[in-house]
T-cell receptor, first 113, second 113 residues
Framework: TQLLEQSPQFLSIQEGENLTVYCNSS?????LQWYRQEPGEGPVLLVT?????EVKKLKRLTFQFGDARKDSSLHITAAQPGDTGLYLC?????????????FGTGTQLKVEL | DAGVIQSPRHEVTEMGQEVTLRCKPI?????LFWYRQTMMRGLELLIY????????DSGMPEDRFSAKMPNASFSTLKIQPSEPRDSAVYFC???????????FGPGTRLTVT
């Protein structure tokens, strides 16, 4: 079973601060995705990274896929209260898994004024 | 376009009662996933369908849980009999067969007393 461990589990910061969330595995993933889930809603896809070493930017969010495709990070610059939510990484669990995903353990982010 | 639709949004029932959760995937999506989310266990895949056929039900916790997809636009997840430990938020998600990018519904919050 390919597990995705996220750290930190919880993060509470002030508006304007920077933060990084990590997603780690001992297994290689063909791609990794990041989702954000707001209270009372389902997860929403933010980005997919496919190539080892790839960096993608989405406004103040920067996503990186590790060179060995075993880990990924999400960096938020100048966090805002609207960034509050549960961040989940996810990836396809290897060959034979169809198009299902394994989801990470999640990072709960709270950004306060 | 309408997203994934789930009903009901909230369900409160007594232990031993039958519960049926409903999902309408995005039109044109041929893969459908049922997840359960709790604080303790995070987001867990219960079962998924491709072209209305169940592909992997290894995540279904026990025989009390069953899922059907009679056509491309409708799926149900049934719990009979329900138990307090089934209390969770249940999500349905859909995607095209060629993609790992899943689109989630708003979830059904189930409380079994």
């Amino acid at each position: 079973t390919q597990l995705l461990e996220q750290s930190p589990q919880f993060l509470s910061i002030q508006e304007g601060e920077n933060l990084t969330v990590y997603c780690n595995s001992s297994s290689v993933f063909s791609s990794l995705q990041w989702y954000r889930q707001e209270p009372g809603e389902g997860p929403v896809l933010l980005v997919t990274v496919v190539t080892g070493g790839e960096v993608k930017k989405l406004k103040r969010l920067t996503f990186q896929f590790g060179d060995a495709r075993k880990d990924s990070s999400l960096h938020i610059t100048a966090a805002q209260p609207g960034d509050t939510g549960l961040y989940l990484c996810a990836g396809p669990p290897g060959t034979g898994g169809g198009n299902k995903l394994t989801f990470g353990t999640g990072t709960q982010l709270k950004v306060e004024l | 376009d309408a997203g994934v639709i789930q009903s009901p949004r909230h369900e409160v029932t007594e232990m031993g009662q039958e519960v049926t959760l409903r999902c309408k995937p995005i039109s044109g999506h041929n893969s459908l996933f049922w997840y359960r989310q709790t604080m303790m266990r995070g987001l867990e895949l219960l079962i998924y369908f491709n072209n209305n056929v169940p592909i992997d039900d290894s995540g279904m916790p026990e025989d009390r849980f069953s899922a059907k997809m009679p056509n491309a636009s409708f799926s149900t997840l049934k719990i009979q009999p329900s138990e307090p430990r089934d209390s969770a938020v249940y999500f349905c998600a859909s995607t095209t067969g060629a993609s790992y990018e899943q689109y989630f519904g708003p979830g059904t919050r189930l409380t079994v007393t």
